[in-house]
């Protein structure tokens, strides 16, 4: 493929994995981040870096000349202030779809979130068309499901939008799951919500990109439509603790803690935060209570039929070539 592409959210855990592989696949890319300087692997021809405030800076040096827009940018956190996340996630999405119908962009792939989903009891074999809560867990959840109607709404015959929404995502560049699971490797011991039995379906990075490629490709046909994306392999949560335990070879214990004392735990500490100075985030929150306690999978079929995706890699396979490229591990 050839063409020029913006990818926002470009230095994070998936934009480094999706902007040197658009660049392998033909296209002349425009990253942008809130970082200031570029990531070192990035100083091949046709990568050019431009940080900036979707919030807030003007736009239109980003997707002039731009056939497609990969908008991966968020701020994704289990806790925060509730203006931070909507001026993220809300504000910076509706600027760039205007800043992208202005320069006549003809396609805007948007990554959302399946944390929507997300509430305390398990939800199996998930479809597009599941109910949704009727209480968002957090302020990221709800500001997403926000900007992703945005996406959904901005449709039209100049610009084609198409919604990802890719479950747990797994790279070299992990912020979330993998930290988390190392520093537990270096305390050796780790809590989880009903013993680690929840299940999750890790996605590696690499399938995400596949699915973006692809959502783009078919962007023409699926208009405003939205799409769920994971791994496809349920495991439950200790399981995948215990996996990456074993690749870094540390030795530790899981230890188990009732699911629904996790969360009554989780709601007084966010009770208690929310009066702090400055909202500290909790060591545990409702939202982290509800993903780690109870099981969430997806059934995969629209993405097989209208994207003619499916994932590639297994968990085992996407936690080794995470760990293997993080420099920490």
Request: aromatic share 6%; glycine share 6%.
């Amino acid at each position: 493929m050839t063409g020029r592409v913006l990818v926002t959210g470009a230095t994070g855990g998936l934009g480094r994995v999706l902007v040197p592989a658009l660049r392998e696949l033909g296209w002349q890319v425009v990253a942008t981040g809130r970082r200031a300087e570029a990531p070192p692997e990035w100083s091949a021809p046709g990568i050019a870096y431009r940080p900036a405030d979707l919030a807030c800076d003007p736009l239109q040096q980003l997707t002039d000349g731009v056939d497609t827009v990969f908008h991966l940018a968020a701020l994704s956190a289990p806790w925060g202030k509730p203006e931070a996340f909507a001026a993220a996630n809300v504000t910076a999405t509706q600027r760039l779809l205007d800043a992208a119908r202005v320069a006549g962009c003809p396609a805007f792939i948007h990554v959302a979130t399946p944390s929507i989903y997300t509430e305390a009891r398990d939800r199996l074999e998930l479809t597009e068309a599941s109910l949704l809560p009727r209480r968002w867990p957090n302020d990221y959840a709800r500001t997403k499901f926000a900007a992703e109607r945005l996406v959904a709404a901005a449709a039209s015959s100049g610009m084609a939008t198409v919604v990802l929404r890719p479950r747990a995502i797994v790279s070299p560049f992990d912020t979330v799951l993998l930290p988390r699971l190392l520093r537990a490797a270096r305390s050796g011991t780790l809590v989880l919500p009903h013993g680690g039995r929840a299940l999750v379906e890790l996605t590696d990075a690499r399938d995400v990109v596949s699915a973006l490629v692809a959502a783009r490709t078919r962007s023409q046909a699926l208009r405003g439509q939205a799409f769920n994306i994971s791994g496809g392999m349920p495991l439950p949560l200790g399981q995948v603790a215990a996996l990456v335990f074993r690749l870094l070879d540390r030795p530790v214990r899981i230890r188990s803690v009732p699911r629904r004392v996790a969360l009554a735990v989780a709601s007084v500490a966010e009770r208690v935060a929310a009066t702090l100075p400055g909202r500290p985030e909790p060591a545990l929150t409702r939202y982290g209570a509800m993903v780690a306690g109870w099981s969430q999978t997806f059934d995969l079929t629209a993405a097989r039929e209208s994207l003619d995706w499916r994932p590639h890699h297994a968990p085992q396979e996407a936690l080794a070539w995470a760990l293997a490229g993080m420099r920490h591990a």
